[in-house]
């Protein structure tokens, strides 16, 4: 899947739960509708936190990906 | 009109009432439900340790991040996470405490024995221990963990009955706390997705 050009990148590594979603929840405040954020975690517990976050939050998870060890997520701000 | 016309005329009136009501209920049940509640979670803080301070925080600043409201009501031990001058200084105990972890990492099945555990500065040192881990995995300390969590509009409720049982005042505690009793949080909470006792 092609992913979209990136609004803002945030580098939650080396970062543990809540973190990484304080830093997310607060980064986005300064987004717009629409826009994308790109996440980069450590956080072993942030590939299903991710997905419970989006889906409590209602915006959109468009990828969730890992490679040795790191996770990367890409979300599109619904509201 | 002749007796079948008017049988015919009742039924049709009904079928159509009928389904007026339908529709009229299906409408206001669609309406009720579409109205979206901000989920809420309520939180009992009733110890003042800094292992057990953590929990409360942790959960607060996650569901404000998930734009949930919170509200924690700190009672008996965990009133003094309010209080301002020993919240910066709450403290694990290690005596009678199995399940600190192993203070040598290289030995693990060793732990510390309880007479060991009560020499005087063995508190101090736990303490240390588990603040050195904290920091170590870049969790922030629970000062800001509060200030997040007050930014994020958590509401902290201070128990009243332990102010008096404790001696503690209004102007001993930090700034934004809710003076209240067990009916204010009970009324809190009965509006609660989640509610937990830490």
Same mark, same amino acid.
């Given at each position: 899947m092609e992913l979209p050009a990136t609004d803002k990148e945030l580098?939650?590594?080396?970062?543990l739960c809540p973190v990484p979603i304080i830093r997310i929840s607060k980064a986005i405040k300064q987004m717009e509708v629409g826009q994308v954020l790109k996440m980069v975690a450590t956080d072993p517990g942030s590939m299903p936190d991710m997905e419970a976050w989006s889906r409590q939050t209602g915006?959109?998870?468009l990828s969730a990906a890992e490679e040795d060890k790191v996770y990367t997520f890409y979300i599109r701000l619904t509201k | 009109m002749g007796v079948e016309e008017q049988t015919l005329l009742d039924l049709k009136l009904q079928e159509y009432i009928d389904q007026k009501i339908k529709e009229g209920v299906a409408e206001a049940l669609a309406s009720q439900t579409k109205e979206e509640k901000t989920p809420r979670l309520a939180m009992v803080a009733s110890k003042g340790t800094l292992d057990m301070a953590y929990p409360p925080f942790i959960l607060a600043t996650t569901a404000a991040s998930l734009g949930w409201e919170t509200g924690i009501f700190f009672t008996f031990y965990g009133l003094d996470i309010l209080h301002k001058d020993r919240y910066k200084s709450l403290k694990v105990g290690p +005596? $009678?405490?199995?399940?600190?972890?192993?203070?040598i990492p290289a030995l693990p099945s060793i732990k510390v024995p309880n007479l060991i555990a009560a020499l005087p500065g063995m508190t101090s040192v736990a303490t240390g221990m588990m603040k050195s881990w904290i920091a170590k995995a870049k969790i922030p300390t629970l000062p800001e963990m509060m200030e997040i969590s007050v930014e994020s509009d958590v509401r902290m409720f201070a128990c009243g009955t332990t102010m008096g049982m404790m001696g +503690? $005042?209004?102007?001993?505690l930090i700034e934004g706390c809710e003076v209240c009793g067990a009916t204010t949080f009970l009324d809190y909470a009965s509006s609660a997705n989640v509610s937990m006792f830490i």
């Open positions: 580098d939650c590594q080396g970062l915006h959109q998870l | +005596i $009678g405490n199995p399940a600190m972890p192993p203070p +503690i $005042g209004e102007e001993d």
